[in-house]
């Protein structure tokens, strides 16, 4: 008799919110978790675009406009969520930014702008904390429990490789992999395993996603060096984090916390 094959991991009837919810990675979070059974908030600055990703999705998703970077906006930002859906259940905090000036972003380290930097920063790090505060006492609060995402990346654990960066473009100039990117990915590892510790005795498990190289804008050259580099051969597709997201903020993942689970194609195995 052939085994029945893996069911995926639901999330039905929760309640999660997402940030950076109308981004490269966040359209298709939003809409993994919808699929999976949720009901998703979707949050980004930008209330146009959350909203356009929310009727995409569907159902009961909504979305909300939010600067993660400013106290305020955030605490009523998630004050309007808890006014529309009641509760929240889980939290992929998932926002991030390469500044306003993408040029500025990935210019030379010698050559940084401190204002680039504490741009970044207020987004990569001051935003995850900021909304996991606001969604963390709305969880203990009400008595405990619930389920904590944070995005990173395989920067924030290894250096990246700078020979695969030569004659490599994003979105028609040259890339490279900032400090402050890496910088900032390291501290929302640090964070999460923090977080982790702090609420266990409350039930809330926190763990962080770890992508590896998505294809996203980056030129043909980029893509092909990027992929020498891994194991599998190829750079992922937006979709492919979607699994482990939904498993992470499922009960399937119930004895899961403090961990990063790396979806890099097996790019930190090298």
Request: proline content about 6%.
């Amino acid at each position: 008799m052939m085994p029945s094959p893996p069911r995926p991991s639901s999330l039905d009837g929760r309640v999660v919110v997402v940030t950076g919810g109308a981004g490269i990675l966040g359209r298709h979070f939003c809409a993994g978790f919808a699929a999976a059974g949720a009901r998703v908030a979707v949050i980004d600055i930008d209330a146009a675009a959350a909203a356009e990703v929310a009727a995409s999705v569907g159902g009961s998703a909504r979305g909300f406009a939010c600067d993660v970077s400013a106290p305020a906006s955030v605490d009523a930002c998630i004050a309007s969520v808890l006014s529309g859906f009641g509760r929240i259940d889980a939290l992929h905090n998932n926002a991030a930014t390469k500044s306003r000036d993408l040029r500025a972003f990935f210019a030379p380290f010698e050559d940084y702008s401190p204002d680039t930097w504490r741009e970044v920063m207020s987004v990569n790090v001051d935003g995850m904390f900021l909304v996991a505060k606001a969604v963390g006492r709305h969880m203990v609060e009400r008595g405990g429990g619930g389920a904590v995402l944070q995005t990173a990346s395989i920067y924030g654990l290894v250096a990246p490789d700078p020979r695969i960066y030569d004659g490599s473009e994003y979105l028609g100039g040259p890339i490279n992999t900032p400090a402050v990117y890496a910088a900032s990915k390291a501290a929302v590892v640090g964070l999460s395993r923090w977080l982790a510790t702090h609420w266990a005795p409350h039930g809330i498990r926190v763990n962080t996603l770890v992508p590896g190289g998505v294809l996203s804008g980056q030129n043909g050259r980029f893509s092909k060096l990027y992929s020498t580099r891994v194991p599998l051969g190829r750079m992922a597709e937006a979709g492919e984090m979607v699994p482990a997201a939904t498993f992470l903020l499922s009960d399937d993942a119930s004895y899961v916390t403090g961990q990063e689970l790396v979806v890099d194609g097996g790019w930190t195995c090298w």
